[in-house]
């Protein structure tokens, strides 16, 4: 079963162009909304890093989301969109001063703090300000996630967030900073997870850590268990919209809450992946020596996450109903690894004829580069069209 598009209306479009299926980005946030209400005190930050089209970012400020930033630039871009300051947090391992101070004149709600290095300087830059800065410590758990290791980031190899053997002296240091407050703790163990038992490890990891801090006296206010609910990038008709509701349950079930204490989420891709497609048109078929390439308008420079992690995206051919064919599905960068997918089955593909990579909403657009000299691709939304 191939998406709805309409098709007619991308014939006179230049391509590569993103397309965003607006209804069902509502209908993935509503779903979001819906199921999180269940529980009190939870709250949502889209990971802006995922996808940062201002058209969808007004969709996501009107459904109420908070913003999860991983730079000064994706601030900007939050603020932009509407979304209020009190709703925005920032990590990353390496938070530059312009940064630190951008996020400290909008007093955004938290930094997720990732070393002592970047505590101090918070500290000196916020008393600077005259303020007083809002952390959580970020920690590596060094909990694994079944998912490609280039997008596994919770394991004590990885560089993200403060190891665990150093939590007591990071606390001690925090205490004694005067322009920052202790209010968390963040932990992110990856991307594309499926397996709801590595969020169980998660939490139960998180509980473990709670009780050493219930032993030092301390009890803070909020738990931001990060993002990486994954996405069936194999079915995007039949799944559509990831499960929100065994998300939120399996944290709800694992995780021991102190009283008073409010759960934060970070969901990037799970909110926008379905709804995003990238439409490209076949420049060439091109028999091989024992294979035939469909070679593409888009490319790695485009949508670099077959290349980067060798990423599965189903593909399909809007405008032929002929019979199925195997190609090999390439663009037209001059590098090996623009392979978009290898064998796949196409309905017979001549020049011209309109594809559509699915599942691209979320690191696709926003990863684009100008490789090759090559222009950055633009996004319609479906709104665009009516
Ligand atoms: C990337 C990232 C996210 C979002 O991850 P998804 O897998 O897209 O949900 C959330 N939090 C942090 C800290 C991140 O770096």
């Known amino acids: 079963m191939k998406g709805t598009f309409p098709v007619s209306r991308f014939q006179a479009l230049e391509t590569p162009f993103y397309y965003y299926d607006t209804q069902l980005l509502r209908h993935t946030l509503t779903c979001v909304r819906t199921e999180c209400a269940k529980y009190s005190k939870y709250a949502v930050h889209y990971a802006v890093k995922?996808?940062?089209?201002?058209?969808?970012?007004?969709?996501?400020?009107e459904s109420g989301l908070g913003a999860d930033c991983v730079s000064g630039g994706e601030i900007r871009a939050a603020i932009q969109a509407g979304m209020p300051p009190q709703g925005i947090v920032f990590a990353g391992v390496g938070k530059a001063d312009w940064e630190i101070n951008l996020g400290l004149s909008h007093h955004i709600f938290c930094f997720n703090v990732e070393s002592v290095p970047e505590l101090e300087i918070i500290d000196e830059l916020a008393g600077k300000q005259n303020t007083i800065a809002q952390v959580a410590l970020r920690i590596n758990p060094d909990v694994g996630a079944h998912t490609h290791a280039n997008i596994t980031t919770g394991l004590k190899e990885n560089k993200f967030g403060i190891n665990l053997n150093d939590l007591d002296m990071v606390l001690d240091k925090t205490s004694a900073l005067k322009h920052v407050r202790l209010v968390g703790l963040h932990f992110h163990i990856g991307s594309q997870i499926l397996d709801m038992n590595d969020f169980v490890s998660l939490c139960n990891r998180i509980n473990e850590i709670q009780e050493h801090l219930y032993n030092r006296r301390i009890i803070v206010d909020h738990i931001n268990v990060g993002g990486g609910l994954g996405v069936d990038y194999?079915?995007?008709?039949?799944?559509?919209?990831?499960?929100?509701?065994?998300?939120?349950?399996?944290?709800?079930?694992?995780?021991?809450?102190?009283?008073?204490?409010?759960?934060?989420?970070?969901?990037?891709?799970?909110?926008?992946?379905?709804?995003?497609?990238l439409i490209s048109r076949v420049l060439y078929v091109k028999q091989g020596a024992n294979k035939q390439f469909a070679i593409l308008d888009a490319g790695m420079t485009d949508l670099i996450r077959p290349a980067l992690y060798q990423a599965y995206h189903k593909i399909e051919n809007l405008t032929s109903e002929e019979s199925m064919e195997k190609y090999d599905v390439v663009g037209p960068i001059c590098e090996s690894s623009d392979v978009f997918g290898k064998a796949v089955d196409l309905n017979k593909a001549r020049r011209g004829d309109l594809i559509a990579i699915r599942s691209a909403g979320a690191y696709g657009e926003i990863m684009a580069s100008g490789y090759n000299c090559r222009p950055l691709p633009k996004g319609y939304t479906s709104e665009d069209f009516l």
Request: hydrophobic share 40%.
């Open 50 to 61: 995922a996808n940062a089209n201002p058209k969808l970012l007004a969709i996501i400020r």
């Open 234 to 277: 194999q079915h995007p008709n039949r799944q559509s919209v990831p499960d929100f509701a065994s998300y939120f349950a399996t944290f709800h079930k694992h995780l021991r809450l102190r009283p008073k204490q409010f759960v934060h989420f970070e969901p990037g891709r799970s909110i926008v992946a379905q709804c995003g497609s």
